[in-house]
């Protein structure tokens, strides 16, 4: 398992602490949820006091909450950044489905995608640690449909296909794989996934004429 780096280490130590803590706690609910974390859980995790936590988180929520906009930033490091390096067009929709499979491939996160399981474990309970999830959620759909418009605007993509439906299943196969990599043990959905993305992608290509 990798060991996420929120920020640069160049920062006051108070603010070292914390991020010091949201790694530890982003990578615990990955496995055991967001509900399961709690502050004296946390606390005994890292042989620190109750009240030295409380002091950079007031409330479960809040820890919570920062356990999100943590695994944010780690997701627009591992996946978002480096997918946008390549060009507009079909190959930046590649980098991203190809960033995010590696990125709950490599675990990462030792509970896979940490935004697969917050989803299932919030997806009914209503308030704002759900709302935070969610947006993250349509953000990361968004970025796609959005590659997708771009391939077409570029010629690569079939202008008759609906980006938004593209992004859908493409979002489908990955989650599926992080699904059958955890609960199933199978360690060969991530290349499965891999090759029904290329396949999707390949068959909405715009033919190149010689």
Same mark, same amino acid.
């Given at each position: 398992?990798?060991?996420?780096?929120?920020?640069?280490? %160049?920062? &006051?130590?108070?603010?070292?602490?914390?991020? %010091? *803590?949201?790694? /530890?706690?982003?990578?615990?609910?990955?496995?055991?949820? $967001?509900?399961?974390?709690? *502050?004296?859980?946390?606390?005994?995790?890292?042989?620190?006091?109750?009240?030295?936590? =409380?002091?950079?988180?007031?409330?479960?929520?809040?820890?919570?909450?920062?356990?999100?906009?943590?695994?944010?930033? *780690? =997701?627009?490091?591992?996946? *978002?950044? &480096?997918? $946008?390096?390549?060009?507009? !067009?079909?190959?930046?929709?590649?980098?991203?489905?190809?960033?995010?499979?590696?990125?709950?491939? @490599?675990?990462?996160? @030792?509970? !896979?995608?940490? =935004?697969?399981?917050?989803?299932?474990?919030?997806?009914?309970?209503?308030?704002?640690?759900?709302?935070?999830?969610?947006?993250?959620?349509?953000?990361?759909?968004?970025?796609?449909?959005?590659?997708?418009?771009?391939?077409?605007?570029? !010629?690569?993509?079939? &202008?008759?296909?609906? &980006?938004?439906?593209?992004?859908?299943? $493409?979002?489908? $196969?990955? /989650?599926?794989?992080? @699904?059958?990599?955890?609960?199933?043990?199978?360690?060969?959905?991530?290349? @499965?996934?891999?090759?029904?993305?290329?396949?999707?992608?390949?068959?909405?290509?715009?033919?190149?004429?010689?």
């Amino acid at each position: 398992m990798m060991t996420p780096v929120i920020a640069e280490t %160049a920062a &006051p130590k108070g603010e070292r602490t914390r991020r %010091a *803590i949201l790694e /530890t706690a982003v990578d615990m609910a990955s496995a055991e949820g $967001l509900e399961g974390l709690t *502050i004296g859980r946390l606390a005994s995790g890292l042989e620190m006091s109750k009240s030295g936590l =409380f002091a950079h988180f007031g409330s479960k929520e809040e820890l919570q909450l920062a356990c999100v906009e943590a695994a944010r930033e *780690i =997701f627009l490091s591992e996946v *978002i950044r &480096p997918a $946008l390096r390549a060009p507009r !067009g079909i190959a930046r929709l590649r980098a991203l489905c190809e960033q995010w499979i590696s990125y709950a491939e @490599r675990k990462v996160f @030792r509970g !896979g995608c940490f =935004f697969d399981a917050a989803a299932a474990e919030f997806d009914s309970r209503p308030g704002e640690v759900r709302d935070r999830v969610a947006a993250t959620w349509r953000d990361w759909l968004a970025m796609l449909e959005s590659a997708a418009r771009k391939a077409q605007e570029v !010629g690569e993509l079939d &202008p008759e296909i609906d &980006p938004s439906q593209v992004a859908y299943e $493409l979002n489908a $196969l990955v /989650t599926a794989a992080n @699904r059958s990599s955890q609960l199933l043990e199978d360690e060969a959905a991530w290349n @499965r996934a891999r090759s029904a993305a290329r396949r999707l992608i390949d068959s909405l290509a715009v033919a190149r004429q010689s």
